[in-house]
């Protein structure tokens, strides 16, 4: 019976092939790992880019005092004559659309946050590229979260159908020790539409809970397509004003923010 011979050369060549046969499985491995990588970036491209651009709030100094949740919004309205001069066109911060900022009032928000919205990744107008944030506060008697969190429940959407964007909120406990009335005039669903990028940036370092001071101005809006049709959104002008108030859009403030403090940090 023949003895199965080895020697330095069967040993070598049987190495060469392990060693080629593994090379061609880690290629394989890479290849299929670059693929996946490469499909990842393109169906996510907008929302990486989105992160990407601002991922990252510079505060701009520290607040003198720290956000008071139970004032009361300060608005200052402006006489048309003002509102014309203060008319500038906005460049959105996610494409290219240009859009008339007429502001109608200076406004300052201190609130506590119940809800918050930046999930506009499918633009489908004008509004959608400049309000690129939504946030829903409270202030005065349920400027406390552990007041706001024993009565109500509150989330931000935009609406798959119609795209409208709404805060819902709902009570835990019914009849409150809070009147209903009172409730409604103390909470806001704002649309707001960052200056700058920074601001965005800081805006997005947002969580639910936190105190917040909005500074900036209410805001009318129209843009003008292609055709030549005009489009007109109207910001409220009023903590008490209901979906059929005269200025049209409902009861939530639009707000062009040129100022956001959060906690005892201040962006601009």
Same mark, same amino acid.
């Given at each position: 019976?023949?003895?199965?011979?080895?020697? %330095?050369?069967?040993?070598?060549?049987?190495?060469?092939?392990?060693?080629? %046969?593994?090379?061609?499985?880690e290629n394989k491995i890479v290849n299929i790992s670059l693929t996946v990588i490469i499909i990842l970036i393109f169906l996510f491209r907008g929302w990486i880019g989105y992160w990407l651009k601002f991922g990252i709030a510079i505060p701009t100094k520290l607040a003198a005092r720290p956000v008071i949740t139970k004032e009361e919004p300060i608005q200052t309205d402006y006489t048309e004559t003002e509102s014309l001069q203060k008319t500038f066109?906005?460049?959105?911060?996610?494409?290219?659309?240009?859009?008339?900022?007429?502001?109608?009032?200076?406004y300052e928000l201190s609130g506590l946050t119940v809800a918050y919205n930046h999930d506009f990744f499918f633009v489908n107008d004008f509004f959608d590229s400049a309000a690129l944030y939504d946030i829903g506060t409270s202030w005065g008697d349920i400027g406390e979260k552990k007041v706001y969190n024993k009565y109500f429940k509150s989330y931000s959407e935009k609406t798959a159908i119609t795209g409208t964007r709404i805060l819902w909120t709902n009570y835990k406990t019914y009849p409150t020790p809070i009147s209903i009335d009172y409730a409604k005039a103390h909470w806001s669903h704002s649309h707001l539409v960052p200056a700058n990028r920074n601001i965005m940036a800081a805006l997005?370092?947002?969580?639910?809970?936190?105190?917040?001071?909005?500074?900036? %101005?209410?805001? %009318?809006?129209?843009y003008q397509y292609k055709n030549g049709y005009k489009s007109y959104y109207r910001t409220s002008m009023g903590r008490n004003d209901t979906e059929n108030d005269d200025r049209g859009n409902g009861t939530s403030e639009t707000i062009y923010v040129t100022k956001v403090q959060i906690g005892n940090l201040i962006y601009q």
């Open positions: 019976m023949n003895e199965p011979i080895f020697n %330095d050369s069967t040993t070598a060549e049987i190495e060469a092939r392990l060693l080629r %046969d593994v090379l061609i499985h066109t906005y460049t959105s911060l996610i494409n290219k659309h240009r859009i008339k900022i007429i502001p109608v009032a200076h997005l370092k947002i969580k639910k809970w936190d105190k917040v001071k909005i500074e900036g %101005d209410l805001i %009318d809006m129209e």
